[in-house]
């Protein structure tokens, strides 16, 4: 395996490559002419590029065009295309999170708090999608996050631009919950390595450095998935992250409880005690939802 200084150094030239609004045009035309067709590029002709783009200057057109090619666009027979790094990097441009900064005000939303049954409302700050309540302290205990925060979503900032809040936030958990079943399922969504998961310390046992997160947050059933390779790293809710698996797939079709923050809001509700290894919740009509270190659930 290379060293993390070669591999540095090998992006740092490849961002190199990225700095120039020309190259970027580049980018963007090819993106535009090839695949935003359909999944399967087309090719777009030199000239085609050179015309989108607007750069008259034959020689200096190729020069750009040439330093991306191979490692952001292919050359073929009939022309270029992007390369998957290429739609990459357009793809991120596109999310804003490189450069957007926007803030959208607090504003009710349909759903309720889940501690203590108050209206809740949400906002966009940082680059994150805050769900807060009002009336209680709400789930996350940090000094970067506001009182009454239940639920702190990183979101890119094209997910708030010409999307009201509310549909913003029903979309943001939606989004998460994705990300957890994979991360349940073992895996990373972002980067397709291991994910490990850990239950919350035993009461009494100090977090240590493994807990980290664990301190941060007003409840006692929640897990942590972090990434071995990207570090992504997750608080969730086990019941809300096997939402798709039986038995929690059938309790919430035959409870009508629809994904996103109903959901989250009816499981985060639940009591939860620690039962040797396990966590074992319990649902206000007496079933008992009985968690293993393997994130296996059954019922009690
Ligand atoms: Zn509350
Ligand atoms: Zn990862």
Same mark, same amino acid.
């Given at each position: 395996?290379?060293?993390?200084?070669?591999?540095?150094?090998?992006?740092?030239?490849?961002?190199?490559?990225?700095?120039?609004?020309?190259?970027?045009?580049?980018?963007?035309?090819?993106?535009?002419?090839?695949?935003?067709?359909?999944?399967?590029? @087309?090719?777009?002709?030199?000239?085609?590029?050179?015309?989108?783009?607007?750069?008259?200057?034959?020689?200096?057109?190729? *020069?750009?065009?040439?330093?991306?090619?191979?490692?952001?666009?292919?050359?073929?027979?009939?022309?270029?295309?992007?390369?998957?790094?290429?739609?990459?990097?357009?793809?991120?441009?596109?999310?804003?999170?490189?450069?957007?900064?926007?803030?959208?005000?607090?504003?009710?939303?349909?759903?309720?708090?889940?501690?203590?049954?108050?209206?809740?409302? $949400?906002?966009?700050? !940082?680059?994150?999608?805050?769900?807060?309540?009002?009336?209680?302290?709400?789930?996350?205990?940090?000094?970067?996050?506001?009182?009454?925060?239940?639920?702190?979503?990183? *979101?890119?900032?094209?997910?708030?631009?010409?999307?009201?809040?509310?549909?913003?936030?029903?979309?943001?958990?939606?989004?998460?919950? /994705?990300?957890?079943?994979?991360? $349940?399922?073992?895996?990373?969504?972002?980067?397709?390595?291991?994910?490990?998961?850990?239950?919350?310390?035993?009461?009494?046992?100090?977090?240590?450095?493994?807990? *980290?997160?664990?301190?941060?947050?007003?409840?006692?059933?929640?897990? !942590?998935?972090?990434?071995?390779?990207?570090?992504?790293? /997750?608080?969730? /809710?086990?019941? *809300?992250?096997?939402?798709? !698996?039986?038995?929690?797939?059938?309790?919430?079709?035959?409870? @009508?409880?629809?994904? @996103?923050?109903?959901?989250?809001?009816?499981?985060?509700?639940?009591?939860?005690?620690?039962?040797?290894?396990?966590?074992?919740?319990?649902?206000?009509?007496?079933?008992?939802?009985?968690?293993?270190?393997?994130?296996?659930?059954?019922?009690?």
């Amino acid at each position: 395996m290379d060293s993390i200084a070669a591999i540095r150094s090998r992006d740092a030239l490849a961002f190199s490559v990225l700095d120039s609004e020309v190259r970027l045009a580049i980018l963007d035309s090819l993106y535009d002419l090839t695949v935003a067709s359909g999944p399967i590029a @087309g090719n777009a002709a030199y000239s085609t590029i050179k015309a989108d783009v607007g750069v008259e200057d034959s020689g200096r057109f190729s *020069y750009h065009l040439d330093k991306l090619t191979d490692q952001f666009v292919t050359k073929t027979e009939s022309g270029y295309r992007l390369a998957e790094s290429g739609r990459e990097v357009v793809r991120l441009r596109r999310t804003g999170i490189l450069t957007d900064d926007p803030t959208v005000e607090a504003e009710p939303v349909d759903g309720e708090c889940y501690r203590c049954g108050g209206e809740i409302r $949400a906002f966009y700050r !940082r680059g994150y999608l805050v769900t807060q309540c009002q009336e209680c302290i709400g789930l996350i205990d940090h000094e970067l996050v506001l009182d009454g925060a239940l639920a702190s979503l990183a *979101y890119p900032p094209s997910g708030v631009s010409g999307v009201d809040i509310e549909t913003a936030f029903e979309r943001s958990h939606l989004r998460s919950v /994705h990300t957890f079943r994979a991360m $349940a399922d073992g895996f990373c969504p972002n980067c397709g390595h291991d994910v490990t998961v850990t239950l919350p310390p035993a009461e009494g046992e100090e977090p240590g450095d493994d807990g *980290y997160g664990f301190r941060h947050v007003n409840h006692d059933g929640m897990i !942590r998935f972090a990434c071995d390779h990207c570090g992504r790293r /997750h608080i969730a /809710h086990p019941l *809300y992250a096997t939402d798709d !698996r039986e038995p929690m797939a059938d309790f919430f079709a035959r409870n @009508g409880v629809d994904p @996103g923050w109903d959901r989250i809001a009816t499981v985060m509700s639940w009591p939860v005690i620690a039962d040797g290894d396990d966590l074992v919740y319990e649902t206000p009509d007496g079933i008992r939802f009985r968690v293993d270190e393997d994130l296996d659930v059954s019922r009690d």
